[in-house]
């Protein structure tokens, strides 16, 4: 079965762009990033807000087509792609403002994503039921996001922190070969912050997706990424080993500084 | 007047067939801020509502400075002075940053009736606002959707502010700006009730502080003593996580 | 400081001020939709030939969209701003001309009379009780039918249309189910002459009282917050209430208000027709509808551009190729929406 | 044993005022044939009524369920003609009498006609034919103004085709929906006014909208007239502003001089308070129609009886003598060539007799092709 | 067997099973159970709005898309049986003929509403179907020629489903087996297939796709279904099976015109069974179906007795004069919205949970 594809050690994954814009009118969210990403990395994305992280992301994974610029997958130009696409292609991604389908079971969010993965979509023959194997794939997957007790609950009905957890859950389901974080663990609480941190622990120790995490905590972010980028007004300011980035200047004063950030004019 | 401008006596609520608060009771001394921690799921943001009159209080009572508002409505209730900041930011996404403003301010008719200063100490905080100022605010980022929430709450003066987990989300030059505007808040005599999952943040604000568990309030004492009480932290919030430390 | 400055409204991304320290530039008037009036009156004087026609029918299609846009002026409020889909709308239209019908029959001799200054206190008069009237029913209509569906559209229109056919039936229960001559007064019938062009002397007058609606509304809408206070309460009514506004009752009005309108155009719609049906709610509820989503939602702007189009299609293709006027409304409304997907001036973004 | 006969009308919809004349009329008729007892033969005359609502597949069940569950012996109905047209095979099931009244098509009596089927309403050509009797001179330019469908075209057609020595210079057909006349006006004006002689825009509309609204863009500026045919009291209100407008009527109250007329118009005021309207006389021709051919099989409700003893069959009714023709079914009539008087007393233009167009005038095609 | 048939999604109610047992059975028998032709058309008519509505829910219900074009085309199907026949003449092969055309038909419109859809908000999107469909049917009426205009169309069918055909001569339990019996258990076996069908497409992966789509497209689209895909497919199938009902409505009324199967009434009653039965169930188009085809059509003969009854009291008679049975049935529209905001089918799983909990 589909599902259990077997794994094998060089995955393809590896995500570039090039000279990425978006214009909005006059505002240049994202102003010609050009960046690689390699499987088996995790690489931070930091940046003050509204310096276009998600923005970023989301000409990624095609919410968003860009002004100018390609994104590139395995070498492969996929900026044409249409969302739905680019995730059957092998991107997937959880969503900074959570977005779930609210009134449907927390089970059903997630065996949706794993049915979209299957392909079976269009299948309008078959009672759902008769894939059962999404079912039992789904419950594994609520346990390890500890939702397990609320599986059947309507997706809205659940707590703030833990609707989070569901929705880092979908982007588990989908397995994709680039995993794109975007604040997974804004809002969720102390305690439950380390559930979400093992799971991206435990898939960046497989070492063959290529991950990418927009994270304001520093400790996490210090503690996960093997590359940290930052993004300021859109432009890539700088690109490189977590201590080193965190050090320089330019972040030390505008994201991370005690006094407002004055901005570029 | 009573020392406390917001209590809550045994509040119970319910959402539909749920029982969600188990009797919650919690006092709000004035020109203070107060910590209200939990887990997920403890029923802060349901407490913060039910004082709103969002969702009514089956059982208990609220008074808000000297008031008894359990059965007002939400209307009333905002109009006594309260100012409030929902988990989901309750951004007016179709209207620009200045009107989600505007509407804020109800004393205002126009935004020529906002206090210039105080508008301009807004700015200061979140520069974000005056670059957007004409922006629909459904297009902000994520953060700045955040920053926009707490400046309508902050744009005229309010007796108290409920506010809900407004750090999340923010990059840590803005969570210190925002540190020293609640601060500042409090030096005019505002309260300030506060929900927050940021125990960092947390600390170095907090004067006094409330935790729930269950719909109920499991502890209640200044924020010094918690905050020094790694034991009492592990007991209460799971705090002992290297991960978040 | 930019805040002194008057800038109205959701700005488009691009007229917003990128550098913060630049004032914002003042809001540009979309004149596009502004200019299709003229420029379609333009272009058919041609295919039209003779002048005199070409300003009858001018004329005429001004005058219709003005007594179009005043029964279409309620529904703006209430579905373009409230975002309630009253399909009910109709009734209180039909409603105003029936009381025009017995306030004028009341009163006779105003009617008959050949004095100007007369025919206009009887017809204002009938205004008044109409928008009264509608007004009072509007208010129970909202309190027992629409409140309970504030953003559920689809039971909206059930309740709505079941509002609308007891209207209705109620109607023909007050009235009879017949339909029944209005007549208009003595020194409204007929025409001015201008030369070989004939304007018909009441079309005048429903002009004037279409300007006069216009212009309340604008003010309204744009001096004060209320515009603003619908969208957001629409949007989150939550949100509006723990700011302090009493949405609710605020929404009583705005309904009352529109049903009111609908009132004032039955009165001008029934006068149109010299008659009044019980179904005549009815009859135009797919117009109107067509009118304020070709203007785009919202705005009044943009309903009083929608229906001066639609009333200027109605008689250019009715005189050019009446065949083409059964569709003129429809084929309008889908070439707008493919030039502008959200009508002329989409105030919410619904 | 009861007669049943089954009325089934457009009771509720929009036809609802039409239909409820036609069943006062039809009571009426009964009632006066019978001389108030109701019955025929000693058989009680049972009315049972069913409502099309306006629909024709309502329409149709009902009348089956008349037929069938209430085993009516002969209906009668309904008011719209698409109605009719729909209800006429069901007749043709049951193989029982269906006696048209008052819808016009001259399909049901035409193309789409069986042999139950009678109608004592007038058709379209009957209406067109008279009306052209009424217009039909030498040096008269005449534009017609039609609803745009098959009841306006075919009503055109008709008028045409009755016309002798004038002139139809122009065929305008608007939408039946059409709000504003403005454009069909002028284009209606743009026709006639360089003509000689009479001018006349000749009007056949029904339902919706206000077509005499054209008078206010002053056709009197280039000498055109208006004409159309009789209607209702409350449409004829807008006559009033048209003194002299000539034309043809089915029926006005204070035309027809004879005693049946002259019963409907004092037992109508007596229990109405008001005359009795276009469709009372109708509907009370029904049921005089019915009472004289179940007298003349002696009660008998058998279908072959009945339609034996109706074709060609002679009554009396409040428009005078009607005669149901063998060929068609159907009944033959006077119409009323009219001239409008505004008279201050009536709110609406009373119709003065000019001359009555007997049937033997009127050439009515059959056009059902037995 | 009986899941399998179900599609697996079962009424999760016992009163809702009952119901629905009950409703069924008296469909299938009720030409032995309800003799007379008013009673069987009632039947009839309720099995062709149970497809109709039910396909509606397939739009409305399971992926939210709200359309007032849906009359177009139950029109469509029923015009499609109606000229095939009136103009091929009767017989089998017309009506195929006429299904498989207006079938075509449906498909090609369907797919272009559909794709417009793409370019437009909902509300717009409601608004320009209402549009399209007020203008379909004014060009039914102005096409004369082919649609027999607003008289509409008169045809016979296949001898076997003509009312004088009959099968035998001895009446069976009083019934007498003609043509309209055998044409009755036609529509009624073909109305069973169609809902078990739709059944089955609601419970594929596919119809859970519908029901994401529903809750929020964005997040559909970005975990890899194509929406714009689904809800095409959506607008297609619900257009199909709006069809095929509209065949059965000309097959058992052997008439059809424009006030008949594409009036604005229409849609508004589907929609109002839709939320009467329950919006996103299809179990929710057989309540409702049959209890608001009940309501409608003996309403009148309810209120004629209710007005006698009443003869003697003031005002009371004349508001319940069957003339004024509208009236009533708009006050059914507004209690239906406000005691079924579930619709019945939600209203009886929700007192099952609430005995359960
Ligand atoms: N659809 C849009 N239209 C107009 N402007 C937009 C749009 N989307 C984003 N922007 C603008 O682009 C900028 C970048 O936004 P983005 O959401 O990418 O920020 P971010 O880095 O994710 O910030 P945060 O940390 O607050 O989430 C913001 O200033 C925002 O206002
Ligand atoms: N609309 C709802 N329907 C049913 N249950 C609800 C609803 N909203 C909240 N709950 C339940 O109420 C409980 C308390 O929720 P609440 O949102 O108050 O938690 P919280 O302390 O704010 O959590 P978080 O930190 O995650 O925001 C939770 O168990 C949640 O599942
Ligand atoms: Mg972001
Ligand atoms: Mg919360």
């Known amino acids: 079965m589909l599902q259990h594809e077997p794994e094998s050690a060089s995955r393809p994954g590896s995500l570039e762009t090039r000279d990425l814009t978006i214009r909005f009118g006059g505002h240049v969210a994202v102003n010609a990033v050009s960046c690689r990403f390699a499987p088996g990395t995790l690489t931070a994305i930091v940046g003050p807000n509204g310096a276009g992280k998600t923005t970023y992301f989301n000409l990624i ?159 996490v972010v210090r503690e996960l990424a093997d590359r940290i980028i930052v993004l300021h007004n859109g432009t890539l300011m700088a690109d490189g080993e977590p201590e080193a980035v965190i050090a320089s200047p330019v972040v030390q004063q505008a994201y991370l500084g005690q006094a407002p950030v004055e901005e570029a004019a | 007047m009573s020392e406390n401008i917001l209590s809550l006596k045994g509040v119970h609520t319910h959402i539909g067939a749920y029982h969600i608060l188990h009797g919650v009771d919690l006092d709000v001394p004035r020109g203070q801020l107060t910590m209200l921690l939990g887990r997920n799921g403890a029923g802060k943001t349901t407490t913060l509502r039910t004082i709103m009159g969002l969702w009514q209080a089956s059982q208990g009572s609220i008074r808000f400075d000297g008031r008894d508002i359990t059965r007002r409505g939400t209307p009333d209730i905002a109009q006594l002075g309260i100012a409030y900041v929902p988990e989901n930011m309750g951004i007016f996404a179709d209207l620009s940053v200045r ?54 709450a902050i744009v005229e003066p309010r007796k108290l502010l409920l506010i809900d987990e407004p750090s999340k989300g923010l990059a840590p030059a803005i969570i210190a700006n925002m540190i020293t505007a609640f601060r500042e808040l409090k030096q005019t005599d505002t309260t300030i009730l506060l929900v927050e999952q940021n125990f960092n943040f947390a600390r170095q604000l907090g004067d006094s502080v409330a935790v729930m568990d269950d719909g109920r309030i499991v502890h209640r004492g200044p924020m010094a003593e918690l905050a020094e009480n790694e034991e009492l932290q592990t007991r209460l919030l799971g705090l002992s996580l290297a991960a978040h430390q | 400081m930019e805040q002194a400055t008057p800038v109205e409204t959701a700005a488009p991304i691009q007229a917003a001020p990128a550098v913060h320290a630049a004032p914002p530039a003042p809001r540009r008037i979309d004149w596009m939709p502004l200019l299709l009036v003229p420029l379609l009156a333009l272009a058919a004087l041609p295919f039209v030939g003779s002048a005199p026609t070409w300003v009858t029918l001018t004329a005429a299609g001004l005058a219709m969209g003005m007594i179009i846009f005043i029964i279409a002026s309620g529904l703006t409020l209430i579905f373009g701003l409230m975002d309630v889909l009253n399909f009910g709308h109709g009734v209180f239209i039909a409603l105003g001309a029936f009381v025009a019908l017995s306030v004028t029959g009341a009163i006779p001799e105003w009617i008959e009379a050949d004095d100007l200054g007369r025919n206009l206190a009887a017809i204002g008069l009938a205004m008044a009780a109409a928008m009264l009237a509608a007004g009072a029913i509007g208010l129970a209509f909202e309190r027992v039918l629409v409140r309970v569906v504030y953003g559920q559209h689809l039971k909206q229109i059930l309740i709505t249309m079941g509002g609308m056919v007891i209207g209705e039936e109620l109607i023909k229960v007050v009235w009879g189910p017949a339909q029944q001559p209005l007549p208009l007064p003595a020194a409204l019938r007929g025409s001015v002459l201008l030369g070989d062009a004939a304007v018909e002397k009441y079309r005048l007058i429903a002009m004037a009282v279409g300007l006069v609606v216009l212009a309340v509304l604008l003010l309204v809408l744009n001096r004060t917050k209320l515009g603003l206070l619908i969208r957001a309460g629409v949007q989150d009514r939550e949100m509006v209430e723990s700011l302090g506004y009493r949405i609710r009752r605020l929404f009583v009005g705005v309904f009352v208000a529109g049903s009111a309108l609908a009132g004032l155009g039955g009165v001008m719609w029934g006068l149109y027709q010299q008659n009044v049906v019980p179904q005549m709610g009815g009859q135009v509820n797919v117009l109107i509808f067509i009118v304020i989503i070709i203007g785009g939602l919202g705005s009044t702007t943009g309903c009083f551009l929608g229906a001066l189009l639609v009333g200027l299609m109605a008689n250019y293709t009715g005189f050019l190729a009446p065949k083409l006027a059964l569709f003129s409304n429809i084929l309008l409304m889908v070439a707008v929406l493919l030039w502008r997907p959200q009508g002329f001036f989409a105030v919410t973004n619904r | 044993k009861d007669i049943k006969i089954a009325h089934v009308y457009d009771k509720t919809g929009p036809l609802e005022a039409y239909a409820k004349q036609t069943q006062a009329g039809l009571l009426m008729g009964l009632d006066y044939a019978t001389n108030g007892t109701m019955q025929v033969n000693g058989n009680k005359l049972v009315v049972i009524e069913k409502d099309t609502q306006g629909k024709p597949d309502v329409g149709k069940s009902q009348l089956a369920s008349a037929y069938a569950d209430d085993k009516a012996d002969i209906a009668v109905g309904p008011t719209s003609s698409n109605t009719a047209l ?149 449409a004829m209100a807008a006559y009033k502003n048209f003194p002299g407008m000539e034309g043809a009527t089915y029926y006005y109250f204070g035309i027809p001089k004879n005693p049946v007329n002259n019963w409907l118009v004092t037992e109508h005021y007596k229990r109405y308070k008001s005359p009795p309207d276009f469709f009372t006389a109708g509907g009370m021709a029904a049921g005089i129609a019915l009472v004289e051919a179940l007298k003349k099989t002696n009660g008998d ?50 119709p003065e007799l000019v001359r009555e167009i007997k049937p033997e005038e009127m050439n009515v095609p059959i056009r059902n092709k037995r | 067997m009986m899941t399998r048939l179900l599609s697996r999604d079962l009424p999760r109610s016992r009163a809702l099973a009952a119901l629905l047992a009950v409703i069924v059975l008296g469909l299938a028998l009720a030409p032995f159970l309800f003799p007379g032709a008013k009673a069987l058309n009632v039947a009839a008519k309720i099995l062709i709005f149970i497809v109709l509505v039910a396909s509606y829910d397939l739009l409305l219900g399971y992926t939210g898309i709200v ?33 498989g055309g207006a079938l075509l038909l449906s498909a090609l419109l369907s797919l272009v509403i559909g794709l417009f859809s793409l370019r437009v908000r909902a509300i717009f999107y409601a608004m320009i179907t209402l ?41 069976l339990f009083g019934v007498s087996l003609d043509g309209r019996l055998i044409t009755y258990y036609l529509v009624f076996a073909i109305a069973l297939l169609l809902f078990l069908a739709m059944l089955r497409i609601v ?105 006698a009854a009443t003869a003697s009291l003031p005002l009371l008679p004349a508001l319940l004069s069957p003339d004024r049975w509208l009236l009533w049935l708009g006050i059914l529209f507004v209690l239906s919205v406000y005691f079924f905001p579930t619709g019945i089918v939600g209203k009886l799983r929700a007192a099952r949970l609430a005995k359960k909990s």
């Open chain 1, 61 to 219: 994974s095609g919410q968003l087509h860009a002004s100018a610029g390609q994104v590139l997958l395995d070498g492969r130009d996929i900026s044409s792609l249409a969302a739905s696409a680019r995730t059957h292609a092998g991107l997937g991604r959880a969503f900074q403002l959570t977005s779930l389908f609210p009134n449907l079971s927390v089970l059903e969010n997630v065996r949706l994503a794993l049915q979209s993965r299957r392909r079976i979509g269009l299948d309008m023959w078959n009672v759902w039921t008769r894939h059962g194997a999404l079912i039992e794939r789904a419950d594994e997957l609520l346990e390890s996001v500890a939702l397990q007790a609320r599986r059947d609950a309507p997706a809205a009905s659940l707590p703030h922190g833990d609707q989070r957890k569901l929705e880092v859950a979908l982007l588990m389901a989908l397995d994709p070969q680039v995993y794109m974080f975007d604040e997974p663990t804004a809002g969720m609480s102390v305690d439950e912050v380390p559930v979400v941190l093992d799971l991206i622990r435990k898939l960046k120790a497989r070492r063959d997706k290529t991950i990418l995490l927009v994270e304001h905590k520093m400790d």
């Open chain 2, 99 to 152: 009107e989600n403003m505007l509407l804020a301010a109800r004393g205002a008719r126009s935004i020529a009736d906002i206090d210039t200063a105080r508008l301009e100490w807004i700015f200061g905080l979140f520069p974000a606002m005056k670059k957007f100022w004409l922006h629909p605010a459904g297009k902000l980022s994520g953060g700045q959707k955040q920053m926009l929430a707490v400046s309508r």
């Open chain 4, 86 to 234: 729909a209800m006429l095979p069901v007749a043709e099931e049951y193989k029982k009498v269906l006696l048209v009244e008052p819808a016009v098509a001259d399909a049901i009596t035409g193309d789409k006609w069986n042999r139950y089927i009678f109608r004592t309403g007038r058709n379209s050509s009957q209406d067109a034919i008279s009306n052209a009797v009424a217009l039909d001179h030498e040096n008269v330019s005449i534009a017609t103004l039609a609803q745009d469908y098959a009841f306006g075209r075919d009503g055109v057609k008709a008028f045409k085709d009755a016309l002798k020595k004038a002139k139809i210079v122009h065929e305008e057909y608007l939408p039946t929906s059409t709000t504003d006349f403005t454009a069909g006006a002028q284009r209606l004006f743009d026709s006639l006014k360089g003509k000689p002689g009479r001018k006349v825009i000749f009007i056949i509309w029904a339902g919706a909208g206000n077509p005499f609204k054209i008078a206010d863009l002053d056709p009197k500026r280039y000498g055109i007239e208006i004409a159309t045919g009789g209607n209702i009291l409350p």
């Open chain 4, 301 to 350: 409700t058998g279908s072959e009886k009945l339609i034996t003893a109706m074709e060609g069959m002679s009554f009396d009714t409040p428009k005078g003598k009607m005669t149901f023709r063998k060929e068609d079914h159907q009944a033959l009539q006077s119409m009323y060539h009219f001239k409008i008087k505004a008279d201050p007393a009536f709110a609406w233009g009373v």
């Open chain 5, 67 to 99: 359309s007032f074009a849906h009359t177009m085309f139950f029109g469509i199907g029923a015009y499609g049986v109606a000229i095939a026949s009136a103009r091929l003449g009767p017989g089998w092969s017309s009506l195929l003929l006429g299904a």
């Open chain 5, 131 to 171: 549009a399209v469909a007020s203008a379909f049917q004014t060009l039914a009426s102005q096409l004369s020629e082919i649609t027999g205009g607003e008289d509409g169309l008169n045809f016979k069918l296949p001898d076997v489903l003509s009312p004088a055909f009959q099968l035998s001569e001895n009446p």
């Open chain 5, 203 to 307: 419970n594929s992966p596919f119809g859970r796709v519908l029901q994401a789509i529903r809750e929020n497209d964005f997040r559909a689209e970005a975990i890899g279904y194509r929406t714009v895909v689904y809800r095409t497919w959506s607008n297609v199938l619900a257009a199909l099976f709006a069809t095929l009902a509209g065949c059965l409505l000309a097959l058992w009324l052997r008439y059809n015109g424009p006030d008949t199967s594409l009036s604005f009434e229409i849609m508004i009653d589907i929609l109002l069974i839709v939320v009467i039965g329950g919006m996103g169930t299809l179990y929710g188009a057989v309540c409702g179906a049959t209890l608001f085809l009940l309501a409608q059509s003996y309403l009148q003969d309810l209120m004629g007795m209710a007005s």
